[in-house]
């Protein structure tokens, strides 16, 4: 029993997403038989980086896990803006495609920003088009991004209570600390966003019953920084010097102080994949 042990409870990610992806699942069974056909995500790779093949291969196996369709399109480092652009068009107008995300970072060539504008708001799974991102801070029904959703899934899995509680958000990214802000304080959080400038970044994080750390700093959270008790939400992915992945805790101090938290990997990682298939799916709905 948990409050027996001074061990935090660890918060499965990898257990999770298998059950938000086995949903999908059924959904995808539904969906084929009430519309004749399936969602289909379509997921663009432009260049070899490989970290990005990992993540995008991931991506496209969860989609077939769903029974979803999914297109991968690969394209080379040196494949132009405007080539890339007048792809995005084309499954824009493809009546055929649910979802669509592009894969960043991209080339230096490309600009990004005038990529994540060109994908249709409605198909725009990763929600990081402007349309999605005033949604979501202007508290309407929008798609959410995947890695901010699967924290909040996550946190929803421990059965606490978010209203009322002091969270704290370090990090201030637009694909992460700012949407799980967001996404907390209508949970009526009280939320604090921490980041690089942070005075006392301790004296913060000592505050919180919730703490999501989205930095990319290995080791950064440590258990001192924590309040007793605290849930702990590691969104971090860094590779240590022999190659291991860890996140942005210091898992083993943390752990015997939180009452949660989430390892990596097996946290947040397969979490934000499974909120992709989610997405799709939303995507898929509302185009009916
Ligand atoms: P980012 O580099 O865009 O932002 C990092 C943020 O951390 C900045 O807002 C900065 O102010 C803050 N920061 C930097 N140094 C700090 C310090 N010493 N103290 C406090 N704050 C500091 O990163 P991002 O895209 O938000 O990603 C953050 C981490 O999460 C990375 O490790 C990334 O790989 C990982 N990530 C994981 C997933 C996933 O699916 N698990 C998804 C996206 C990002």
């Known amino acids: 029993m948990r409050w027996m042990s001074n061990m935090a409870e660890i918060l499965d990610g990898k257990a999770l997403s298998a059950v938000v992806k086995d949903e999908v699942r059924s959904e995808v069974i539904e969906l084929e038989a009430k519309y004749g056909r399936k969602p289909c995500l379509c997921v663009i790779i432009v260049g070899e980086n490989p970290a990005s093949q990992v993540y995008v291969r991931n991506k496209v196996k969860a989609a077939a896990y769903t029974g979803m369709e999914s297109r991968l399109i690969e394209l080379p480092a040196d494949v132009s803006e405007a080539a890339l652009l007048e792809r995005i068009a084309e499954l824009n107008a493809d009546d055929a495609v649910d979802g669509i995300l592009v894969q960043l970072p991209l080339p230096k060539h490309i600009d990004e920003e005038k ?5 249709a708001p409605e198909k725009d799974v990763d929600g990081f088009h402007p349309s999605n991102v005033s949604g979501l801070w202007l508290g309407k029904d929008c798609i959410v991004p995947c890695t901010p959703a699967g924290v909040m899934r996550l946190l929803d899995s421990t059965e606490t209570e978010i209203c009322g509680k002091t969270a704290v958000v370090v990090g201030r990214s637009n694909i992460v600390g700012k949407p799980v802000a967001k996404l907390l304080l209508d949970r009526n959080a009280t939320v604090v966003i921490a980041h690089s400038r942070t005075a006392d970044l301790a004296s913060v994080t000592r505050q919180a019953d919730i703490l999501v750390a989205a930095v990319g700093r290995p080791g950064l959270i440590t258990g001192e920084m924590l309040k007793p008790g605290a849930i702990v939400i590691d969104v971090g992915i860094n590779r240590t010097a022999e190659g291991k992945l860890c996140g942005d805790v210091d898992f083993a101090s943390c752990a ?33």
């Open 115 to 119: 990529v994540i504008y060109a994908i």
């Open 256 to 288: 015997e102080k939180a009452s949660w938290i989430t390892p990596v990997p097996g946290g947040v990682g397969p979490m934000t994949i499974a909120m992709l298939m989610k997405n799709t799916i939303r995507c898929f709905k509302a185009r009916q």
